[in-house]
């Protein structure tokens, strides 16, 4: 034990001198003891991954607690020099636990496993004060999905709020512009109120992007007649996105009771009722556009609905002409996930899959595609362009000067949050190049005049986590063969490099430690970071 742990400190060069070495102890020291700590849930382990992947053997045993074996002495003496080297190190830093943990006269008596958990608790406590000292140079910002990344169903994951200590500080304020992208959908309120719960850490609700929260900049639509389709708080929902007059499928229902009769139910009340007509059918006003916010309950009843009205021009009292124009209608959708991670074993049918069955019915009536106004949610740059201006909203509240340089987005899915992560970086690439963007579809297409604070971004990366849909059992993406299925939208692409993630982690925490690493080194704040010039993406 003590051979191999000499071995690794020496490969890991943490016995050089400290006053030429500040970054690369920290930057080592952290990524290998913090993260093995936090993953591990305790000091016993503290070496386990060092340990295992310097001597390339099984690890078989915990650091032992004992400190009156000839073997631990030594192994004592090596984490004591390391924590001395430390001590040095931080002894210039204003964090509250130094003194605590790096009293030199109660080093002598300790064993092992505590003094390495030790190490480890002070570098969880010390890297607020350091990413704090760097808030002035923090140029990025980490767009998180929820389901599958942060919780799944009703439960968050225990690294998430061990990955919110490394971006808030003592007070529990943020000191790097974050968001939570989701394609669920619900009140903003409601989403912030279940995080603040899970995370410990106040989530504001213009921190939150529902898949139907770009909505608020389609000032267009907000006074116009508009069908809302979903389930839940629809109504509220509509109203918090500024919508101001709102129709459900219930109120159509109403209006025209001869049109759903796929329930039987309702044809047998019609038939006992006679009824022929509603007398609120000649009062009903046109519907003059249709927001599909998420999967409805009851699709046969809203499938047939909704065709009825893009058939009819919003007003299905009357069948329409045989010859059907391939116009209608606006109509938008947010979500397109095909399937979701909840409680279940397997993924469930998203709004994605209440898409397919209505674009298909359409299609297969009319002959003609049906074209939406906007797709909005992951994977849409809409949605993306919209994260970069709450991102750059919220690093303004927080105090951050520098533009947003960076974007990192932390997913599960492949075919959603990497895929759109990556489009986006594409489109970003592509502005810069052309002072006009083309989109394949228009119903990709970010509309002029949209009221957002500038695009600083010069690029967007994705994180592929191992905690939802994506199961890291079936390896790297790129390693696959080309799957002979689309899973994705029809008005997307159907690229598999645009699903290869930028980096592989195991969970959140994982991520997030491993974007600190590379943004500010953890603990490096000689400013010898190695981050990519911006210059190479503006030539």
Not at 94 to 116: C, D, E, G, I, W
Not at 207 to 227: W, Y
């Amino acid at each position: 034990m003590m051979n191999i742990c000499r071995n690794c400190l020496s490969n890991l060069k943490l016995t050089v001198a400290v006053n030429r070495s500040h970054a690369r102890l920290c930057r080592y020291a952290v990524m290998h003891c913090q993260r093995s700590f936090y993953s591990t849930g305790g000091g016993n382990h503290i070496w386990k991954s060092v340990i295992s992947r310097t001597s390339r053997q099984p690890f078989s045993q915990t650091i032992p607690h004992s400190s009156h074996s000839a073997s631990n002495l030594g192994l004592l003496k090596i984490l004591q020099n390391l924590k001395h080297k430390i001590c040095l190190l931080t002894s210039s830093l204003p964090s509250r636990t130094t003194s605590k943990y790096f009293s030199q006269s109660q080093v002598s008596q300790q064993n092992p496993a505590s003094l390495a958990e030790e190490i480890t608790l002070t570098f969880s406590e010390s890297h607020n004060s350091i990413l704090s000292r760097m808030k002035d140079q923090v140029d990025f910002g980490i767009i998180f999905d929820i389901d599958g990344v942060i919780g799944r169903g009703a439960n968050p994951f225990m690294a998430s709020k061990k990955m919110m200590k490394l971006l808030t500080d003592k007070d529990g304020e943020f000191m790097v512009p974050v968001s939570f992208c989701t394609n669920s959908v619900g009140l903003a309120t409601d989403k912030a109120n279940l995080l603040s719960n899970w995370l410990d850490v106040k989530i504001k609700p213009e921190q939150m992007i529902g898949a139907h929260g770009p909505l608020t900049v389609f000032n267009e639509l907000h006074d116009k007649r508009v069908l809302i389709v979903g389930q839940g708080k629809i109504l509220e929902m509509a109203h918090e996105l500024g919508f101001t007059n709102v129709v459900t499928i219930e109120e159509v229902k109403e209006a025209f009771p001869l049109l759903d009769i796929v329930d039987h139910s309702n044809r047998h009340y019609i038939a006992k009722h006679g009824i022929t007509r509603s007398h609120s059918q000649d009062e009903f006003e046109p519907i003059e556009a249709i927001v599909l916010i998420g999967e409805p309950n009851r699709w046969e009843t809203h499938l047939q609905l909704i065709v009825d009205l893009l058939l009819t021009g919003g007003h299905p009292a009357f069948a329409p002409d045989k010859h059907i124009p391939q116009q209608h209608i606006p109509i938008v959708a947010c979500n397109m996930d095909l399937v979701f991670m909840a409680d279940a074993c397997m993924p469930r049918f998203g709004h994605g899959a209440f898409l397919v069955c209505l674009e298909s019915l359409y299609k297969k009536i009319t002959g003609h595609d049906i074209q939406y106004k906007a797709l909005i949610g992951k994977p849409s740059e809409i949605t993306f362009r919209y994260a970069e201006h709450c991102i750059s909203k919220h690093a303004q509240q927080i105090g951050i000067t520098k533009p947003i340089r960076t974007l990192y987005l932390i997913g599960d899915n492949p075919e959603v949050d990497v895929f759109g992560s990556n489009l986006y970086n594409k489109f970003i690439k592509e502005c810069l190049q052309n002072e006009n963007c083309d989109f394949p579809h228009t119903s990709r297409q970010i509309p002029e005049d949209f009221d957002f604070n500038p695009q600083t971004a010069l690029r967007c990366n994705s994180v592929l986590v191992g905690t939802g849909v994506y199961d890291p059992k079936i390896g790297k993406i790129e390693d696959q063969e080309l799957d002979v299925y689309h899973h994705g939208h029809r008005d997307f692409e159907s690229d598999k490099k645009l699903k290869v993630p930028s980096m592989y982690c195991s969970d959140v925490y994982d991520a997030v430690l491993s974007i600190l690493e590379k943004e500010v080194g953890v603990f490096d704040f000689t400013n010898n970071n190695e981050k990519k010039d911006d210059s190479e993406y503006l030539s």
